[in-house]
């Protein structure tokens, strides 16, 4: 049995396939993997194209979806071993794992950072949590990466570019009036460098570093492909020659749960947004995020809704990739 937690764990040659196979739904391909099978889908965030498009991919496939929100619709799910549940968690997750393995062929868990202790959040835990205790699959939603929205922008990518090695990407964080999660960033970052492109890390200041488990992923993947992985905090090389930017906001790791600490930096940062000056410095290059995205604040209206605006199209194909790592984890 296989999980799609994190890209890391496959190949190129197996994401390259799972491309393929994206291309060919999208293209007109029918498939009924999922007759008879059901897809449980845990929200402990909020969602709009992942829960849509899971949820209608499920339909196409022939299956169904299920949609349980903990803590709302469902009972709260503790996850701590040997815990004394004397607290509001009503299940804990070594029974509902394995409760809905018998009623589900595949499990998908959204789950966000808790934003208090990044040593603990790193290690993914409800994720894993579910991983350990599931007998069916499980797939990553979005917690610390996001895997789903790495193949959608991919996939995007080789529609627009064709190859994508020698290809320079821009990642760029971007000014929000809050901390994020890291986990669309982190996910950008080792996909980019595994599928053969030159990247570049734009942040303002090394706080912003993202954590050193992608960026040695990235460095490794960028030295097998004779790629390079650029850090800088200067805007204009940054941006200069890039075929693509993708834009992302996310906090700094070193002030994780630290609010108060990190706000004044943040506040400094605001003139790094995505505009059409800055665009320029690319010399036609092509912008996406992974939305949603606040306008006027991470990227201007001008960017977001210019024809090198790619932001749509990778949303839409979040349905026919998820749609191939359906197929994928049900032939198994």
């Known amino acids: 049995m296989r999980h799609f937690l994190t890209t890391l764990d496959w190949s190129r040659a197996e994401l390259e396939t799972l491309l393929a196979d994206a291309h060919a739904l999208k293209g007109g391909l029918a498939g009924t993997e999922l007759a008879n099978k059901t897809l449980g889908l845990l929200f402990f965030n909020p969602s709009l194209r992942t829960r849509t498009s899971f949820e209608i991919g499920a339909r196409q496939l022939g299956g169904a979806a299920v949609v349980l929100e903990p803590g709302k619709g469902a009972w709260p799910i503790a996850f701590e071993p040997g815990l004394v549940m004397d607290g509001e968690e009503e299940e804990h997750v070594s029974e509902v794992a394995r409760v809905l393995s018998r009623y589900c062929d595949v499990i998908g868990v959204r789950a966000f950072p808790k934003f208090q ?4 959040d790193r290690e993914d835990r409800v994720l894993r949590s579910f991983v350990q205790h599931a007998t069916v699959p499980v797939i990553n939603l979005e917690t610390i990466t996001h895997p789903c929205q790495e193949l959608a922008l991919m996939l995007t990518l ?25 986990a669309v960033a982190n996910s950008a970052l080792i996909i980019a460098a595994k599928f053969g492109f030159d990247v570049t890390l734009l ?40 075929h693509v930017v993708y834009a992302k906001s996310w906090g700094a790791l070193p002030y994780f749960g630290r609010w108060a600490e990190e706000k004044p930096l943040r506040e ?62 049900v032939r198994r």
């Open 117 to 120: 202790d990044w040593s603990v």
């Open 158 to 182: 080789q529609e627009r570019l064709g190859t994508t090695d020698g290809k320079k990407l821009l990642l760029t964080w971007t000014y929000h009036p809050k901390p994020l999660n890291t």
């Open 203 to 242: 942040c303002p200041t090394e706080e912003y570093l993202l954590d050193a488990r992608y960026m040695n992923a990235a460095k490794a993947s960028v030295a097998e492909n004779g790629r390079t992985l650029t850090v800088t905090h200067d805007i204009a090389s940054a941006y200069a020659g890039a």
């Open 268 to 329: 400094r940062s605001k003139h790094v947004i995505v505009d059409e000056a800055k665009m320029a410095l690319t010399g036609g290059g092509l912008f996406s995020h992974c939305l949603p995205v606040r306008r006027n604040v991470k990227v201007t209206d001008a960017v977001l809704d210019s024809p090198a605006c790619i932001a749509i199209d990778e949303a839409e194909n979040r349905l026919h990739v998820q749609k191939a790592i359906l197929r994928a984890l």
